[in-house]
């Protein structure tokens, strides 16, 4: 599996960015699919999580109601459309595949992608 993010960049307090992870070597339909924030010396959160059919998501609660997350499974693409960004939004994305089990999502895939760095500054 190959996953590749983009569109992170430097952007000021309160703008907005769409972040994308293509992903190939899987049946990308088939997976539920996250999107995992970490800054350094920090453990990587789980921001968004989107379920294979697209049709239910979920947040943690500092993004709630400021980023999306949605998926094309015609192109093996997911997003995640943050808005009104606070500087500490800053960090590395990541995306990966999840699994729910014990009560929680786990990253599914051990190859992890470089991640899109967004910074969150004036």
């Known amino acids: 599996v190959q996953l590749v993010e983009s569109g992170g960049t430097l952007v000021e307090p309160g703008g907005s960015l769409r972040l994308s992870c293509s992903v190939s070597?899987?049946?990308?339909?088939?997976?539920?699919m996250a999107w995992f924030r970490q800054t350094p010396g920090q453990q990587r959160e789980l921001v968004a999580q989107?379920?294979?059919?697209?049709?239910?998501?979920t947040y943690t609660a500092s993004v709630k109601g400021r980023f999306t997350i949605s998926r094309d499974n015609t192109e093996n693409t997911l997003y995640l459309q943050m808005n009104n960004l606070k500087p500490e939004d800053t960090a590395n994305y990541y995306c990966?595949?999840?699994?729910?089990?014990?009560?929680?999502?786990?990253?599914?895939?051990?190859?992890w992608g470089r991640g899109t760095q967004v910074t969150v500054s004036s």
């Open positions: 990966n595949a999840v699994d729910f089990y014990d009560g929680n999502y786990h990253s599914r895939f051990a190859n």
């Open positions: 070597g899987v049946r990308f339909a088939l997976y539920g």
């Open positions: 989107i379920r294979s059919t697209g049709d239910s998501t």
